[in-house]
């Protein structure tokens, strides 16, 4: 059974910074991408960073410049450091991986930026 737990959510202040982190478990031989994506209330889920096995990354461009996709590749982690956080990124933000070509996500965590 795989799993995908998040952690690293909270209340911060326009202008703030969070890092969210998403470790895999279970029985996992190989990860290929991994990324994270977030939904806003009334809002469809959108994608805002993705990280490949090999490093290669991919961001929304409402992030670029401002959010630091990374993963460690031995402990099946990936991380997103938030910076210069605006009220619009206000929402809950899902891991999500590829393992062996199936999808998983974890349960979500909630971030919200105060004006």
């Known amino acids: 059974q795989v799993q995908l737990v998040e952690s690293g959510g909270g209340l911060v202040q326009a202008g703030g910074s969070l890092r969210l982190s998403c470790a895999a478990s279970?029985?996992?031989?190989?990860?290929?991408?991994m990324g994270w994506y977030r939904q806003a209330p009334g809002k469809r889920r959108e994608l805002v960073a993705a990280?490949?096995?090999?490093?290669?990354?991919n961001y929304a461009s409402s992030v670029k410049g401002r959010f630091t996709i990374s993963r460690d590749n031995a402990k099946n982690t990936v991380f997103l450091q938030m910076n210069s956080l605006k009220p619009e990124d206000t929402a809950v933000y899902y891991c999500?991986?590829?393992?062996?070509?199936?999808?998983?996500w974890g349960q979500g965590t909630q971030v919200t930026v105060s004006s």
């Open positions: 999500n991986a590829d393992i062996e070509g199936w999808g998983y």
């Open positions: 279970g029985s996992i031989f190989s990860i290929n991408a």
């Open positions: 990280i490949t096995s090999g490093g290669s990354t």
